[in-house]
């Protein structure tokens, strides 16, 4: 190991800390680059001491949950004055704030509803389209600290990675972009330079897997999909940022139909992530990826872990005809 120069380096992460009086905190995030293979790992101890909520205690009760409107205020972290001068970012019923437990220098929680909904078929399109809002403020926050790049993303329940159940995106921003992130920015870039069009407009045409539109807004599944039920959401217009889009609402819509058809088959828990470029490229449209996660057994094995390829049950040109009923 003498000979490979093992790359890291440390962000930390400062906000108000609800279980210190909400005085300054500073957590240090330190980010492991592998030197051959370019695997990123992100660690902060901090994290084993987060709360896990279980199912089970709360399906038909809420007893104790930190993003429940009654202790919300009491026991979310908020920004400091350098960051947001009002401390949560609030628009409409949601609710922006610092993850308690980063895994980088800017990592927010937004919590789009105030009602405790487990449920994905209860998730309306005005919750998430508040959610959406909230969490572009949180962006230009990044923007500000010259960290340009945003990723949103959802996991809901515990089998899709969620350790609060209540319905919350998290937002990163970051200065290069995540692993994956920089891998989907290049290969677009490359596809645009060898074939002189986008990668994205061209996945719009395809009418084989196609779904269905919402205002701004194309719906397909793709031809290999990251997870089971895969549906990706482009941007119909090419915008590279969804910072720059006007598509928010559509956004909203096409997500909640697409959560209706999901209910439909079974599926209880999902992840959502945004790919978003932060200037404007020929060769990026900005997406919306959303998988169907199974609660058990869990769908995450060696296959996905450590050979990177996915083992999925259904062909997209099968479902997509199905989720397609539900944009009609
Ligand atoms: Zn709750």
Same mark, same amino acid.
């Given at each position: 190991? @003498?000979d490979?120069?093992l ?12 279980? @210190?009086?909400?005085?300054?905190? #500073?957590?240090?995030i ?25 199912i ?26 350098e960051? $947001?001068e *009002? ?16 895994l980088?220098?800017?990592?927010g ?8 909904? /487990? ?15 909230a969490?572009? *403020? ?12 945003? !990723? ?6 515990s ?17 290069v972009?995540?692993?994956? #992130? ?8 490359r596809?645009w ?9 061209? /996945? ?18 793709? %031809? ?5 039920? #895969? ?16 598509a ?8 909640? @139909?697409?959560? @209706?058809? $999901? %209910?439909? /088959?079974?599926?209880?828990?999902i ?11 020929? %060769? ?17 094995? !060696? ?5 990177? #390829? ?19």
């Open positions: 190991m @003498k490979l120069i790359k890291k380096f440390n962000e930390s992460s400062r906000f108000l800390n609800p279980i @210190k009086e909400f005085m300054e905190d #500073e957590q240090e330190e980010i492991r680059v592998d030197p051959v293979i370019g695997i990123i790992s992100r660690i902060n101890m901090n994290r084993v001491l987060r709360p896990k909520q279980k089970d205690e709360l399906k038909y009760s809420c007893d104790y949950c930190p993003f429940c409107p009654d202790n919300i205020e009491r026991d979310t972290p908020k920004f400091t004055r960051y $947001f *009002e401390g949560r970012i609030k628009v409409g019923g949601a609710m922006v704030f610092p993850n308690l437990f980063p980088a220098e800017l990592h929680v937004c919590v789009f509803t105030p009602k405790h909904k /487990l449920n994905i078929i209860e998730i309306d399109e005005n919750e998430i389209f508040d959610g959406l809002r969490s572009m *403020e949180f962006f230009l926050i990044g923007r500000r600290k010259n960290l340009l790049y945003h !990723f949103l993303g959802w996991n809901h329940l089998s899709a990675g969620a350790s609060i159940l209540h319905p919350h995106f998290q937002l990163i921003c970051s200065r972009g995540l692993n994956y #992130e920089r891998i989907i920015f290049e290969a677009s870039e596809y330079k060898e074939k002189g069009k986008s990668y994205w407009r061209e /996945l719009m045409k395809d009418e084989e897997r196609y779904i269905g539109e919402s205002e701004g807004i194309t719906w397909i599944a793709p %031809w290999a999909p990251m997870g089971n039920f #895969e549906v990706i959401g482009i941007s119909t217009e090419g915008i590279s940022s969804i910072m720059r889009s006007n928010l609402r559509g956004i909203a819509s096409g997500i909640v @139909k697409i959560l @209706k058809a $999901f %209910w439909s /088959l079974g599926i209880r828990s992840n959502m992530g945004v790919f978003s470029y932060p200037e404007q490229k020929e %060769w990026f449209s900005f997406h919306i990826r959303i998988i169907a996660r199974s609660d058990s057994p869990n769908d995450r094995g !060696f296959l996905e872990i450590f050979c990177g #390829e996915i083992g999925v049950l259904a062909p997209p040109e099968i479902y997509s005809k199905y989720i397609r009923n539900f944009f009609k």
